[in-house]
Nanobody, 119 residues
Framework: QVQLVESGGGLVQPGGSLRLSCAASRSIFSISAMGWYRQAPGKQRELVATVTSGDTTNYANSVKGRFTISRDNAKNTVYLQMNSLKSEDTAVYYC?????????????WGQGTQVTVSS
Protein backbone atom coordinates (compact mmCIF):
# COMPACT_ATOMS: atom_id res chain seq x y z
CA GLN A 1 0.00 0.00 0.00
CA VAL A 2 1.22 3.46 -0.94
CA GLN A 3 -0.09 6.45 0.94
CA LEU A 4 -0.31 9.88 -0.65
CA VAL A 5 -0.46 12.78 1.80
CA GLU A 6 -1.48 16.22 0.60
CA SER A 7 -0.61 19.47 2.32
CA GLY A 8 -0.72 23.19 1.64
CA GLY A 9 -4.44 23.76 1.40
CA GLY A 10 -6.24 26.51 3.22
CA LEU A 11 -8.15 29.76 2.91
CA VAL A 12 -6.96 32.37 0.46
CA GLN A 13 -8.43 35.54 -1.03
CA PRO A 14 -9.23 35.80 -4.73
CA GLY A 15 -6.08 36.54 -6.70
CA GLY A 16 -3.91 34.87 -4.11
CA SER A 17 -1.65 31.84 -4.38
CA LEU A 18 -1.20 28.46 -2.74
CA ARG A 19 1.18 25.60 -3.31
CA LEU A 20 -0.07 22.09 -2.72
CA SER A 21 2.30 19.23 -2.02
CA CYS A 22 1.74 15.49 -2.22
CA ALA A 23 4.25 13.11 -0.67
CA ALA A 24 4.26 9.37 -1.25
CA SER A 25 5.11 6.88 1.47
CA ARG A 26 7.59 5.11 -0.79
CA SER A 27 9.31 5.65 -4.10
CA ILE A 28 6.90 4.95 -6.96
CA PHE A 29 7.23 8.15 -8.92
CA SER A 30 9.55 6.72 -11.55
CA ILE A 31 6.76 4.46 -12.81
CA SER A 32 3.84 6.75 -12.06
CA ALA A 33 1.91 9.46 -13.75
CA MET A 34 0.98 11.98 -11.09
CA GLY A 35 -2.08 14.16 -11.05
CA TRP A 36 -4.22 16.58 -9.14
CA TYR A 37 -8.00 16.37 -9.16
CA ARG A 38 -10.60 18.42 -7.37
CA GLN A 39 -14.18 18.07 -6.25
CA ALA A 40 -16.49 20.88 -5.21
CA PRO A 41 -19.58 20.23 -3.07
CA GLY A 42 -22.35 18.69 -5.13
CA LYS A 43 -20.12 18.28 -8.17
CA GLN A 44 -18.16 15.46 -9.74
CA ARG A 45 -14.44 15.08 -9.33
CA GLU A 46 -12.55 16.67 -12.20
CA LEU A 47 -9.02 16.61 -13.55
CA VAL A 48 -6.89 19.64 -12.73
CA ALA A 49 -3.43 18.70 -13.97
CA THR A 50 -1.20 15.71 -14.65
CA VAL A 51 2.50 15.17 -15.13
CA THR A 52 4.17 12.06 -16.54
CA SER A 53 7.45 10.50 -15.48
CA GLY A 54 8.95 12.30 -18.47
CA ASP A 55 7.66 15.66 -17.18
CA THR A 56 4.98 16.06 -19.83
CA THR A 57 2.18 18.15 -18.35
CA ASN A 58 -1.50 18.46 -19.04
CA TYR A 59 -3.95 20.99 -17.61
CA ALA A 60 -7.66 21.52 -17.51
CA ASN A 61 -8.64 24.52 -19.61
CA SER A 62 -10.00 26.25 -16.52
CA VAL A 63 -6.56 26.39 -14.87
CA LYS A 64 -4.21 26.84 -17.83
CA GLY A 65 -1.89 29.78 -17.31
CA ARG A 66 -2.64 29.90 -13.59
CA PHE A 67 -1.61 26.51 -12.19
CA THR A 68 1.67 24.65 -12.58
CA ILE A 69 2.24 21.00 -11.77
CA SER A 70 5.72 19.66 -11.10
CA ARG A 71 7.33 16.59 -9.60
CA ASP A 72 10.48 15.72 -7.71
CA ASN A 73 11.11 11.99 -7.99
CA ALA A 74 13.99 12.08 -5.52
CA LYS A 75 11.63 13.45 -2.88
CA ASN A 76 8.63 11.35 -3.97
CA THR A 77 6.65 14.55 -4.14
CA VAL A 78 4.39 16.28 -6.63
CA TYR A 79 3.42 19.93 -6.39
CA LEU A 80 0.64 22.14 -7.64
CA GLN A 81 1.43 25.85 -7.71
CA MET A 82 -1.86 27.72 -7.81
CA ASN A 83 -1.79 31.39 -8.78
CA SER A 84 -4.50 33.94 -9.50
CA LEU A 85 -6.98 31.88 -7.55
CA LYS A 86 -10.68 32.34 -8.15
CA SER A 87 -13.73 31.44 -6.11
CA GLU A 88 -14.44 28.74 -8.69
CA ASP A 89 -11.25 26.99 -7.60
CA THR A 90 -12.76 26.23 -4.20
CA ALA A 91 -12.79 22.45 -3.79
CA VAL A 92 -11.17 19.50 -2.11
CA TYR A 93 -8.00 18.72 -4.03
CA TYR A 94 -6.83 15.13 -4.36
CA CYS A 95 -3.45 13.75 -5.33
CA UNK A 96 -3.33 10.75 -7.65
CA UNK A 97 -0.64 8.27 -8.67
CA UNK A 98 -1.34 5.93 -11.57
CA UNK A 99 0.91 3.19 -12.89
CA UNK A 100 2.36 3.72 -16.36
CA UNK A 101 3.70 0.17 -16.65
CA UNK A 102 1.77 -3.10 -17.21
CA UNK A 103 3.05 -4.59 -13.96
CA UNK A 104 2.29 -3.57 -11.32
CA UNK A 105 -1.00 -1.83 -11.95
CA UNK A 106 -2.19 0.67 -9.37
CA UNK A 107 -4.20 3.82 -8.88
CA UNK A 108 -3.65 5.55 -5.55
CA TRP A 109 -5.47 8.55 -4.10
CA GLY A 110 -4.64 10.90 -1.29
CA GLN A 111 -7.11 11.90 1.41
CA GLY A 112 -7.69 15.35 -0.03
CA THR A 113 -6.92 18.86 1.12
CA GLN A 114 -9.41 21.72 1.26
CA VAL A 115 -8.80 24.85 -0.79
CA THR A 116 -11.16 27.74 -0.15
CA VAL A 117 -10.96 30.95 -2.17
CA SER A 118 -13.06 33.67 -0.59
CA SER A 119 -12.92 37.32 0.32
Amino acid sequence: QVQLVESGGGLVQPGGSLRLSCAASRSIFSISAMGWYRQAPGKQRELVATVTSGDTTNYANSVKGRFTISRDNAKNTVYLQMNSLKSEDTAVYYCNAKSIVPTPQYNYWGQGTQVTVSS
